[in-house]
């Protein structure tokens, strides 16, 4: 279907609140304990990155951090208990991160940083491990950066999901249930996705990411919010002329959709 045909339509959902950023958003963290949503903007045009700091309870930008000149070369590598890690790189030509700072989410204050050394891995609320390049462990606290352990025996690297957070299905068009969501939303509103469709369902609510083909054959991405008796609530398009699909285009914490709409844009809605 070509997308034109399609009006976005905004109907009975409440939009909780929205954040646009310098450039285009590249990750978002969640810190649980403190209820924070951390977004990482950068700026390709300027060459700056900026950390913004959300309080989820409230809907309100709390925090904006740009460290220094030379944001640029830093990226969120984990959020924790207040505090942002930071990396840097091996160097301009390299991807691998490499040095480690932490920042206060509140405050923007720098509170330790490991220019050497390399993030491994989250332990806990309160304490992480770092890798040396002398191939040794340090567990740190995360807050005070104290050293409160060293190895060099061999850890194994473990990913430490937050269960509280929903991500959507993803089913390509090889999928049966692929097929099976086609036909749904051909019934629903004369609409055939292609290439791929992202799908969550709760007792209330079913959210549903799909790809329509544009009049220049790109795509644009649709997000779809439905009652589970098949009203539509919401929906709209988050993303266009698109190579290709993506994953996770969206996610649900707290009862609230998170997605990113036009690359520069969080926006929150309460289900």
């Not at 399609?6 to 810190?31: A, C, N, P, T």
């Not at 055939?192 to 790109?218: F, G, L, M, R």
């Not at 919010?225 to 098949?230: R, Y």
């Amino acid at each position: 279907m070509i997308a034109e045909n399609l009006e976005s339509r905004d109907m009975s959902v409440v939009e909780y609140f929205d954040l646009e950023v310098e450039g285009q958003v590249w990750k978002q963290f969640i810190d649980e304990e403190n209820q924070y949503l951390v977004v990482e903007g950068r700026n390709g045009d300027e060459h700056q990155v900026a950390f913004y700091i959300i309080d989820i309870t409230k809907g309100e930008v709390i925090n904006t951090i740009k460290p220094d000149d030379e944001t640029w070369w830093l990226g969120i590598e984990d959020v924790q208990n207040g505090c942002i890690l930071l990396h840097g790189y091996e160097s301009e030509q390299s991807p691998v991160h490499k040095g480690v700072y932490c920042y206060d989410a509140l405050t923007g204050q720098l509170l330790w940083e490991r220019e050497d050394d390399y993030f491994y891995q989250k332990v806990d609320d309160k304490t992480i491990y770092l890798a040396t390049s002398e191939q040794e462990f340090l567990k740190i606290e995360t807050r005070s950066g104290e050293i409160l352990e060293t190895t060099a025996e061999s850890l194994p690297l473990q990913t430490q999901e937050i269960k509280s957070i929903g991500y959507p299905l993803h089913y390509d068009k090889e999928n049966s249930h692929f097929e099976t969501l086609v036909k749904f939303l051909i019934q629903l509103q004369n609409i055939e996705p292609v290439n791929a469709i992202e799908y969550w369902e709760s007792s209330q609510h079913i959210v549903i990411s799909y790809y329509i083909c544009d009049e220049e054959n790109k795509l644009e991405n649709y997000l779809l919010i439905l009652s589970t008796e098949g009203e539509i609530l919401f929906q709209d398009c988050i993303a266009e002329s698109l190579e290709g699909v993506g994953l996770d285009t969206f996610f649900i914490y707290q009862e609230k959709l998170f997605f990113v709409q036009k690359k520069n844009k969080v926006v929150c809605i309460e289900l």
